[in-house]
Nanobody
């Protein structure tokens, strides 16, 4: 079982990147797939997730309106389209998959090692000013 993130890189402020999370050995069916980001020495933060049961999504305030999460169920791939990037978005981005919650109304499941079964190795995003 593995999740592999890709698409990170270095961009200037205002630029865009699209991250991909591809599953192998596990399906995204009936799951929540989330993107977290973490800066060394700081706690990881969930920024977006998608419930593959009903397609509902959630975004943290810091990325709302700039990031879009989507899923390709047939390919067990989840994307994170990031636009209007700024230096505060610099981080390592991780995707995780877990059982779908009843609702995302109150946010993405928050506990990385309880709410999610598998994680990828991360992809680095660096935004320069």
């Amino acid at each position: 079982v593995s999740l592999v993130e890709s698409g990170g890189g270095e961009v200037q402020s205002g630029g865009s990147l699209r991250l991909s999370c591809v599953a192998s050995g596990v399906t995204f069916e009936n799951s929540v797939v989330a993107w977290f980001r973490q800066i060394p020495g700081k706690k990881s933060m969930g920024i977006s997730c998608i419930n593959t049961v009903d397609g509902s999504t959630f975004y943290a305030d810091s990325v709302k309106g700039r990031f879009t999460i989507s899923a390709n169920d047939a390919e067990d791939t989840v994307y994170l389209q990031m636009t209007n990037l700024n230096p505060d978005d610099t981080s390592t981005y991780y995707c995780g998959v877990g059982p779908a919650p009843e609702s995302l109304a109150t946010g993405c499941p928050r506990l990385p090692f309880i709410d999610y079964n598998y994680w990828g190795q991360g992809t680095q995003v660096t935004v320069s000013s």
